[in-house]
């Protein structure tokens, strides 16, 4: 019997990184504010928009000694591909749910220990990790194994809060958040990274 390679990939994740089951005392123990949670759909939401930049950039410049048409015809359909996906993303969870601050052009500048603690993601993602790196893909934070459940002003939400674990301390520079999530046992997983600054 063959085992899609999707479902392997999200079963090492389910292992290594979330255990999506939590009890009464983890609902309790998640406190979210403004300023200490990123919801993982803007970060994803963010990256796109990044790269969708950068398509247009390259189409937009036939001057460049480096332009392909074939290229560029890729980078077309890669665009539609992404306005669709755009489209589909939930940017908040509930009314009244904190709002994501509006990141940086350029980077998000977080510093995420003493901020941004805790990783909300949708409860329906079938797998989850995420790590913050540098340059020799050391890992500086990961995310904890076990995805908490939490509420919001009394009510209970369709979403998990992962806190990251410290792996390195006293780093201070530039970074890369890398998200890996598996939403289905029939999609392949999706990765992206974003260039972040621990201060």
């Known amino acids: 019997m063959k085992i ?41 939401l ?8 950068g398509l247009i950039d390259y189409n937009n410049n036939p001057n460049n000694p480096d332009y392909d048409q074939g290229v560029a015809e890729n980078n077309q359909i890669r665009i539609g591909e992404i306005n669709g996906i ?6 908040g969870i509930i009314i ?9 052009p350029i980077c998000f500048c977080w510093d995420i220990w003493s901020e941004f603690k805790y990783l909300v993601i949708d409860d329906d993602i079938l797998a989850f990790e995420a790590t913050v790196t540098i340059d020799n893909q050391e890992i500086i934070y990961q995310t904890n194994s076990i995805g908490q459940r939490f509420n919001i002003n009394g009510y209970d939400v369709d979403a998990k809060a992962f806190s990251f674990q410290i792996e390195q301390d006293g780093y201070n520079g530039p970074a890369l ?16 990274s974003i260039p972040i600054f621990i201060e």
């Open 4 to 44: 899609k390679p999707t479902l392997i990939i999200a079963i090492c994740l389910l292992i290594t990184a979330c255990s999506c089951d939590s009890d009464d005392e983890n609902i309790k123990s998640v406190v979210l504010t403004e300023t200490n949670y990123f919801y993982e759909s803007d970060a994803y």
């Open 46 to 53: 963010y990256a796109l928009n990044v790269e969708k930049q």
């Open 86 to 91: 755009i489209e589909s993303i939930t940017t």
């Open 96 to 104: 009244n749910f904190p709002p994501l601050p509006p990141p940086p």
């Open 177 to 192: 958040l890398n998200i890996t999530k598996v939403l289905n046992e029939e999609d392949d997983p999706i990765s992206y």
